[in-house]
T-cell receptor, first 111, second 115 residues
Framework: DAKTTQPPSMDCAEGRAANLPCNHS???????VYWYRQIHSQGPQYIIH???NNETNEMASLIITEDRKSSTLILPHATLRDTAVYYC????????????FGSGTKLNVKP | EAGVTQFPSHSVIEKGQTVTLRCDPI?????LYWYRRVMGKEIKFLLH????????ESGMPNNRFLAERTGGTYSTLKVQPAELEDSGVYFC?????????????FGPGTRLTVT
């Protein structure tokens, strides 16, 4: 089942960077790291993914350690609308993406 | 571009009845997934279609659940007969093939209540 470990909750001040950690010590060489989030009861929303290198898109940055056993999702300027449950997922990618969502981290962005 | 749509948004049925959930993926997406979250639990994978073929149905809980994707377009998930423990939110997601498969687009979900 879930192959990742995340803290159950985190707080962040609005406008500050939110750094969400994830441990995935059993990750295989061909597995990707994905981050999704779920706002309220909506369907999960894709944020970013990576294999080895750090990645950045318009939403966030993903920092993966050199041994790939952990990663950090960075929301550079958190807003109140970023309050959500954030899921770190490892999966083989491509047409083999059977996601295990785990419990995630509830990020509370406060004014 | 229209997103993934699911119908109905909410369904209330009695134990023993049959319910059919529908998912319309984003046009052109070969991959279609079903997930569900039962009360208080995590989101769980149910199955994965590639076009009209079942790639992986290892998450289907039992033979009361039947998923189809005729013609590789929309998909249906039938629960027959429904049990109380089937209550929860059923999500559908779709993605492109190849490198596009990294991003799954989720629908808003169907909330199923079995009484």
């Amino acid at each position: 089942d879930a192959k990742t470990t995340q803290p159950p909750s985190m707080d962040c001040a609005e406008g500050r960077a939110a750094n969400l950690p994830c441990n995935h010590s059993t990750i295989s060489g061909n597995e990707y790291v994905y981050w999704y989030r779920q706002i309220h009861s909506q369907g999960p929303q894709y944020i970013i993914h990576g294999l080895k290198n750090n990645e950045t898109n318009e939403m966030a940055s993903l920092i993966i350690t050199e041994d790939r056993k952990s990663s950090t999702l960075i929301l550079p300027h958190a807003t109140l609308r970023d309050t959500a449950v954030y899921y770190c997922i490892v999966s083989q990618g491509y047409n083999f993406n059977k996601f295990y969502f785990g419990s995630g981290t509830k990020l509370n962005v406060k004014p | 571009e229209a997103g993934v749509t699911q119908f109905p948004s909410h369904s209330v049925i009695e134990k023993g009845q049959t319910v059919t959930l529908r998912c319309d993926p984003i046009s052109g997406h070969d991959n279609l997934y079903w997930y569900r979250r039962v009360m208080g639990k995590e989101i769980k994978f149910l199955l994965h279609f590639v076009k009209e073929s079942k790639q992986d149905e290892s998450g289907m809980p039992n033979n009361r659940f039947l998923a189809e994707r005729t013609g590789g377009t929309y998909s249906t998930l039938k629960v027959q007969p429904a049990e109380l423990e089937d209550s929860g939110v059923y999500f559908c997601a779709s993605s492109q093939s190849g490198a596009g498969a990294h991003e799954q687009y989720f629908g808003p979900g169907t909330r199923l209540t079995v009484t």
